[in-house]
């Protein structure tokens, strides 16, 4: 043992001595994430093959269960190949940001980032034509009901699947692969019963998230357009009409105080983590305005739903990781010039913008109101939306010292950087472990819910990569200020000791492990809403159950329909839903405390994982730490 530990701090000294080839490791890191960009389109035959658009980057739809020895192997080896925006989007900001540090410029391939940017282009919004609004998926158009429709074009063929294969033969190839536990066997049993549900609840219509994120990405493009001239030229074409965006935010924003029944309502779940922040901002005679999820009102939700087009549950909802990018949208479009500075002066942005940052603010401060399951409604990861948050406030770091800033944006960069220097950096210096040789690494949920033979929890770090990279991202992000003439990363003056160590110790972690094989290089970037029977919408307090049709729900002790509206309309008094809390919904307690994603025995959700998004983090985090003055 002594010899060990010996060995493990003379490894450890040898690290710090002689440094790290950082340089080698990223470019190693950067062909990884550049073979898995789809170079040519092609049409799947599944289960054999998947359809796939050129210029995306790999992510796969996965279904997260835990515990058994079955639930490990399905875990394995259930992935489809999905043609989203979203990872996509990221792995191209990532590259462009890693591009930020590169001196010689010779690292991030041009071709590749085209090749990105004509890819996302396809994700533009059809049915409001030419209005820069973005969605999750590709669409389709259905003459039936005259819409495109977004949906998950792989996931809804291997779903179509079963409409022909016996049970018995599916029960055969499970047993075949080691899938054997009667429980797990019920619940895929019960999971393949119950696809139409998922088959409609994957038509979803346009999004704030992805159209922000767009927009982020083109601020950045045009950051460094003299770089990737062609890249931002692309973009601009498709994104001609930006100002459009912000109309159709100000007509869906939530603003729970008004009087509008299209805009002052939300999910449930939305309102029992977001409550207390908004019954101080009514105590105080004000008003709200919010960054939604979805481009898509109550109205328009009775309508959609029959055509394919419509939101989950038929209403709005407030996801803070969303609202996280709708800030960096709108904060680096406008120091970017992309966007017009005077677009901060219109009053109703200004409040939205002002509102949502807030927002963002509180829930760090709050540990995501204890609550991050809601709170975190489509992103379980909560290191991502760290990095998400400190981007904003680097950037206003950065732009701080070259110009005045906006007051508004002024008032922004001191509510995120006193959460971000404060809290959150706080709760990462309490959530990291240490290995045998001193460096430290971060965990999230991804396959840390097993359990032995001998009734003990496996810890395989599934995702420990990917929340590493996150983390130490957040706080290299967080705490130093960005040198644009040299290229260079300078540590604030007061970054805590700790910081700097910490950081230090995960990015060795990172440099030993990325590439190692020893952990899955697996992420959870996207998820349902629903991770479990706790988080469905219904056992929540609502004060507004109708069907779709407008007429009131009689009957809330039996579940739902489909075709119904359950929602939080308005903002009611402390007492009221303290009341409510007490009380079941639609026959069930309310979930009141979050026990994690390991917790218990579930159905299993699906959730989104992208390697290459992985190992673009990792990237990032490495070249980063190298461009630090130390």
């Known amino acids: 043992m002594r010899v060990q530990c010996i060995l493990s701090i003379a490894f450890f000294l040898i690290y710090m001595a002689h440094g790290m080839d950082i340089p080698s490791k990223v470019r190693t890191l950067f062909y990884k994430v550049k073979h898995a960009q789809v170079t040519k389109s092609s049409q799947g035959v599944p289960p054999f093959s998947w359809t796939k658009d050129k210029g995306l980057f790999e992510s796969n739809v996965k279904l997260y269960f835990h515990g058994s020895f079955s639930e490990f192997i399905l875990r394995e ?27 010689n410029e010779t690292l991030i391939d041009k071709e590749m980032i085209l090749n990105a940017v004509k890819a996302i282009g396809n994700f533009d919004d059809k049915n409001k034509f030419n209005a820069s609004i973005q969605t999750f998926w590709p669409q389709e158009y259905n003459a039936s009901v005259a819409t495109w429709q977004s949906a998950p074009h792989n996931l809804l063929k291997f779903f179509s699947l079963f409409d022909y294969i016996p049970w018995a033969l599916i029960l055969k190839f499970l047993k075949k692969i080691g899938i054997a536990d009667a429980d797990m066997i019920k619940n895929i049993q019960q999971l393949l019963q119950e696809r139409d549900a998922y088959v409609k609840a994957f038509h979803i219509p346009a999004d704030f998230d992805d159209t922000f994120v767009n927009i982020g990405l083109g601020s950045l493009l045009k950051e460094k357009s003299k770089s990737f001239p062609k890249s931002f030229s692309t973009w601009s074409e498709r994104n001609s009409n930006l100002h459009s965006v912000f109309t159709i935010l100000k007509k869906y924003a939530y603003r729970p105080m008004s009087t509008d029944s299209n805009i002052n309502t939300v999910d449930p779940r939305t309102y029992f983590y977001l409550r207390h922040f908004l019954e101080k901002s009514k105590s105080a005679g004000e008003t709200l305005a919010l960054i939604p999820t979805w481009v898509q009102n109550i109205d328009e939700s009775r309508k959609g739903y029959y055509k394919g087009n419509v939101m989950p549950f038929n209403v709005n909802n407030i996801d803070v990781t969303v609202a996280a990018n709708g800030i960096y949208g709108i904060t680096n479009g406008v120091l970017s010039n992309l966007l017009p500075n005077s677009l901060l002066d219109d009053p109703d942005i200004q409040q939205i913008y002002l509102n949502t940052s807030a927002l963002i603010a509180h829930e760090i401060k709050t540990n995501l109101t204890n609550r991050k399951d809601l709170a975190l409604t489509y992103y379980p990861s909560e290191y991502e939306f760290y990095w998400f948050v400190s981007r904003t406030f680097s950037k206003l770091q950065e732009y701080s010292q070259q110009q005045e800033l906006h007051p508004i944006m002024r008032h922004v960069r001191k509510i995120l950087g006193d959460a971000l220097c404060h809290e959150m950096t706080s709760h990462l210096l309490q959530s990291y472990k240490s290995d045998e040789e001193g460096s430290v690494y971060f965990d999230d949920f991804l396959g840390n819910g097993d359990i032995s033979l001998q009734n003990k929890t496996i810890m395989r770090g599934e995702d420990r990569i990917f929340t590493t990279s996150m983390a130490a991202n957040a706080l290299i992000t967080s705490w130093t200020v960005y040198d644009p003439v040299r290229k260079r990363l300078m540590w604030l003056k007061e970054v805590p000791t700790k910081v700097v160590d910490v950081v230090k110790k995960a990015v060795i972690w990172i440099y030993k492990n990325v590439l190692s094989g020893k952990y ?15 988080s469905m919408p219904w056992w929540y307090p609502s004060n507004r159950k109708e069907y779709l049709n407008g007429s009131a729900i009689i009957n809330d002790t039996q579940i739902p329909s489909s075709d119904t509206i359950i929602a939080m309309q308005g903002v009611q008094s402390p007492e009221w839903y303290r009341k409510q809390l007490n009380q079941k919904h639609f026959g069930f307690h309310v979930p009141i405390v979050f026990h994690g994603y390991n917790a218990g025995k579930g159905s299993g959700f699906p959730f989104w994982s992208s390697e290459p998004y992985t190992y673009v983090s990792a990237m990032l985090a490495l070249v980063k730490y190298d461009s630090l003055v130390l």
């Open 77 to 103: 080896v259930f992935k489809i190949f999905d043609n989203n925006n979203f990872a996509t989007s990221w792995i191209t900001i990532a590259l462009l940001e890693v591009h930020e540090f590169d001196r």
């Open 520 to 534: 899955r290089p697996w992420n959870a970037f996207f998820s349902g809403s629903v991770k479990s029977f706790n």
